[in-house]
């Protein structure tokens, strides 16, 4: 019996050596083979939050907006459009898409980014490195600045514009002298993510359209990483679909912390809720 037993024993602990290294490898592959973890740990932070939305309401747009920069103050939305000879800031009544107030541009301008700091409107334009500072009432035109780049999209945190040029590049501007405070180069996984173009600032993250896509990137400003991305293909559906051009408009309302979003010459504006709420 002893030598059954003993011989039993040295059976059972061979299988042990065999079966458990099998079950240890197996337990390990997945999480391996899947970068979950390597990513959580990777020097570019956690994976990205792919964003799921749900269309809350829907607004009028002009389908002759060649939508360049989006924004929204006191109950109205302010636009800035582009196209030679078309290009203007208005501002819009968000509920009947009535035009209450608009300046055109002169025809050798391309107008760009817009984001509302204070009393001013502020826009860009897109190839001759000039922006213009509008009195938020009265549309005249109180100051103009130059930069370095091309102009693309225009936001800001409170405290700096933040402003694209086409590139990777986000580009922190004084909003009184409009001296270059600091440059992020964004990277989504360590790679550069090119053609930010129309920005909106929204709970301490930069939400940047990417030109020619139906995505949105969620920025970290801290560090330029892409911490989420929203996209919204197969939002405008089937509307527009022989005028319409791509998605390009972010506007926040912070008071009633709602998001809208809009494309050149898109007929609507569209308020979306995110999910998961927390950017
Ligand atoms: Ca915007």
């Not at 829907?58 to 907006?65: L, M």
């Not at 035009?99 to 190839?127: H, P, V």
């Not at 109180?142 to 990777?168: A, Q, V």
Request: hydrophobic share 40%; charged share 20%.
């Amino acid at each position: 019996m002893k030598g059954i037993f003993s011989g039993f024993i040295a059976v059972a602990a061979a299988l042990l050596l065999i079966v458990v290294p099998i079950l240890v490898f197996q337990n390990e592959g997945p999480s391996d083979s899947d970068g979950t973890n390597d990513e959580d740990d990777g020097p570019s932070g956690p994976a990205p939050v792919n964003y799921n939305y749900t269309v809350v309401n829907t607004f009028p747009h002009d389908v002759n907006a060649f939508c360049q920069g989006f924004a929204f103050e006191n109950g109205t939305f302010f636009e800035s459009t582009g196209i030679y000879g078309s290009s203007d800031i208005r501002k819009v009544d968000a509920n009947t898409g009535t035009i209450l107030k608009q300046y055109n541009l002169s025809a050798e301008f391309f107008g760009e980014g817009m984001t509302i700091f204070g009393d001013s409107i502020i826009q860009l334009t897109w190839k001759k490195r000039i922006g213009f500072v509008y009195d938020l009432e009265t549309f005249e035109q109180m100051d103009e600045f130059y930069y370095s780049t091309e102009g693309w999209g225009l936001t800001h945190d409170g405290e700096r514009l933040i402003m694209s040029d086409g590139s990777s590049t986000l580009t922190f501007l004084d909003p009184d002298s409009f001296e270059v405070l600091g440059v992020k180069q964004v990277t989504a996984g360590g790679e550069t993510v090119k053609h930010l173009n129309e920005l909106e600032y929204v709970d301490g993250k930069i939400l940047a359209n990417i030109w020619k896509s139906d995505k949105i990137a969620v920025i970290s400003p801290e560090t330029g990483n892409v911490t989420g991305w929203i996209d919204l293909t197969g939002l405008l559906g089937g509307q527009g679909a022989t005028t319409a051009g791509v998605l390009n408009g972010i506007a926040y309302d912070e008071k009633g912390d709602r998001l809208f979003v809009t494309g050149k010459k898109w007929p609507t504006v569209f308020e979306i809720e995110l999910d998961p709420r927390e950017l």
